[in-house]
């Protein structure tokens, strides 16, 4: 716990007790004091209920503050998480290995034979596939904010997905199904979140203009 909070609750719980007290003892503060055992137990009750009502309105401030604290301390953790995950993904070495991979993809007639792949255009896809797979993973564990992450980054996560259909099909179809299960499920979200048009229908509405 916070030192700053603990000292709040502590200073609360004074309080509660010390402002029944005070405010008898100002409004009786002319009257002799009474050797009456039902007033002091009429003073009890008094007190009681007082620092009961007092307390509960503080303990609900407390609540909310505590509440405050942890809303700031959730946004400053998923702050912190997305540049990470921001220079995870913009690393110089992933960067081209992107780069490569989609060249390789836009450029290369051989690119649909994945037996045909060279060492090095593996290594890139690999890579690449890895590093969005980590991202979707963080996200499904509800470490990174999919708001955050994929409108930054949904153009690129598309295009590598069309980059690396053919390592995505042979891994998964060799090694196992659920190979980099988390960029499948990525990919899945950001189509949802951003669809692509469907070309057909994109035509018809220009057709008809």
């Known amino acids: ?3 700053t909070l603990l000292c709040l609750i502590v200073f609360v719980l004074l309080l509660s007790i010390l402002i029944p007290v005070l405010v008898f003892v100002w409004q009786f503060r002319n009257s002799p004091i009474s050797m009456d055992p039902t007033d002091w137990s009429s003073f009890g009750q008094y007190i009681g209920g007082v620092s009961q009502t007092i307390s509960a309105i503080f303990v609900l ?3 909310f503050l505590i509440w405050q604290q942890l809303r700031l301390s959730n946004r400053t953790a998923q702050a912190e998480a997305y540049f990470r995950a921001h220079d995870y993904l913009q690393q110089e070495e992933i960067r081209e290995a992107r780069g490569e991979l989609l060249n390789f993809w836009k450029t290369c007639a051989r690119w649909s034979d994945f037996k045909s ?3 090095r255009e593996r290594a890139n896809a690999e890579r690449v596939c890895n590093r969005f797979n980590l ?3 963080l996200i499904r564990k509800q470490i990174l ?3 955050l992450i994929i409108p930054a980054f949904h153009f690129t996560i598309e295009e590598c997905w069309e980059a690396a259909q053919p390592i995505l099909k042979e891994y998964r179809a060799t090694k ?3 190979w980099w299960e988390n960029f499948v499920w990525l990919h899945e979200q950001t189509k949802k979140a951003y669809p692509v048009p469907d070309v057909d229908s994109v035509e018809v509405q220009g ?3």
């Open 135 to 137: 991202v979707g993973k």
């Open 61 to 63: 401030i407390s609540v």
């Open 145 to 147: 904010d999919p708001d």
């Open 1 to 3: 716990m916070p030192k």
């Open 176 to 178: 196992s199904k659920d």
């Open 207 to 209: 057709a008809g203009k």
């Open 117 to 119: 792949w060279e060492t």
